[in-house]
């Protein structure tokens, strides 16, 4: 894949989930989030870069280890500088948690499926909902934190339970707007309701209302080894754009 390419959905990812603090230096995006989730605590080396890579790198420490955090890096075949990935497997960084990230084009709308509530913001319903699915319920404070700071158009949607009064969803999942791209983020099933159609109908209705609001491409991101969820995307027409992965240097 072109690097332009790889480095704007990079970007639009950014959007999808904001820091609660970010650092721009000289090409490296430096951003930490109380530890919650990789992609909201790590360096992110998108741009050109004219300092001394190994200087930089222990600036780049020094900054995390003050917020009392692994040092981490995300890296894509378009990181910055060349040699970026090499010095950091020198330097004792563990590889891990490599990600697909897939793509497809939208030619016409997907049909809004019934069941899907869709909402503007994350309430009590949606955020109840992800805690129940979600492995991360100890920092859910700090993602309500993180999806308020979303700047660009912003999806929730949920799928409530048929003929209960339950306050919580058997599904649950997100989307922000970028440009012309939608990015689908944190789809969850509970596990008694898989298999049925519902996370293809929680993808169907955010590309729905993306496709309403000018998208015409969307991307996600897969655990690589994910090949159930693989499988769901390669229907919807997802295919695999690039891979990235983390380079982490656990805090002693």
């Known amino acids: 894949m072109p690097?332009?390419?790889i480095q704007r959905l990079e970007n639009a990812g950014l959007d999808g989930l904001p820091a609660l603090a970010t650092v721009e230096?000289?090409?490296w995006l430096l951003r930490r989030s109380q530890g919650y989730s990789r992609r909201a605590n790590c360096v992110m080396p998108l741009g050109p870069c004219a300092g001394d890579l190994k200087e930089k790198i222990d600036h780049a420490e020094a900054i995390f280890s003050a917020d009392r955090l692994d040092c981490t890096f995300k890296v894509t075949p378009a990181s910055q500088p060349?040699?970026?990935d090499e010095e950091l497997e020198l330097r004792g960084y563990e590889r891990?948690?490599?990600t697909s990230i897939l793509a497809c084009d939208m030619a016409q709308s997907p049909i809004m499926p019934d069941g899907v509530r869709l909402l503007d913001r994350p309430d009590d319903t949606w955020l109840e909902t992800?805690?129940?699915l979600s492995p991360r319920t100890e920092q859910s404070d700090i993602l309500l934190q993180l999806l308020q700071a979303i700047e660009v158009p912003a999806i929730y949607a949920v799928i409530m339970p048929a003929g209960t009064d339950s306050a919580i969803g058997i599904g649950c999942a997100r989307a922000v707007i970028s440009a012309n791209?939608?990015?689908l983020f944190d789809l969850?099933?509970?596990a008694d309701h898989r298999d049925r159609g519902h996370g293809q109908a929680l993808a169907h209705a955010r590309l729905a209302w993306a496709y309403e609001r000018g998208a015409r491409s969307a991307y996600l991101q897969v655990m690589a080894g994910n090949q159930v969820a693989r499988r769901?995307?390669?229907r919807l027409g997802f295919v695999e754009a690039y891979r990235y992965w983390y380079r982490i240097k656990r805090a002693s």
């Open 25 to 27: 230096e000289d090409g």
């Open 188 to 190: 969850a099933v509970h």
């Open 96 to 98: 891990d948690a490599e």
């Open 3 to 5: 690097t332009e390419l």
């Open 82 to 84: 060349a040699g970026l």
């Open 181 to 183: 791209w939608v990015g």
């Open 232 to 234: 769901l995307q390669m």
């Open 130 to 132: 992800w805690r129940a």
